[in-house]
């Protein structure tokens, strides 16, 4: 996990066979996101305070030394990774360059459709395919928890430095 104190990026990392496998997201999900209330934590809490479901947005990259990147864009949430799209890029320094110019060359590019309209047959596969490599049920828990300890830390941290700017 890279995370760097004072920004709100997170990545995760590792390697599967060959494949370079990165799962980025940021904290300003839990900011600006409206909770749902998990009923069965609220139903099992003796206090009634329930759990918060915060959904988070994960952009998935897969590559490969050979070439190419897979980048599959997905909500974490309630265990589970809702895919919204997967893109093929020929050019693997492409799919995971941030400069506008790369950006920029993204936009002309055919990226496929949308994930909801692909067979369903096809869909399993890619969740079996990222399930391979350890994109499952665990990591689709972790996420939204990291996420939501990590605003909470860096908020404690905001609070810290603007106190110390209001009382010097």
Known sequence: IDQTPGHDEVVISRTYNNETIRVMFTISDVENAEPAFDEEAESSDDEGLGGTIFPIRCSISITKPTGGALTIEALAQDGLFNIESASFYKDAKLASDLTAESDYKRRGLYLGPQFENLDPSLQEGFEAFLAERGIDENLALLIPEYAEW?????????????KGFVAA
């Open 150 to 162: 990590k605003e909470q830390k860096e908020y404690i941290d905001w609070l810290k430095g603007v």
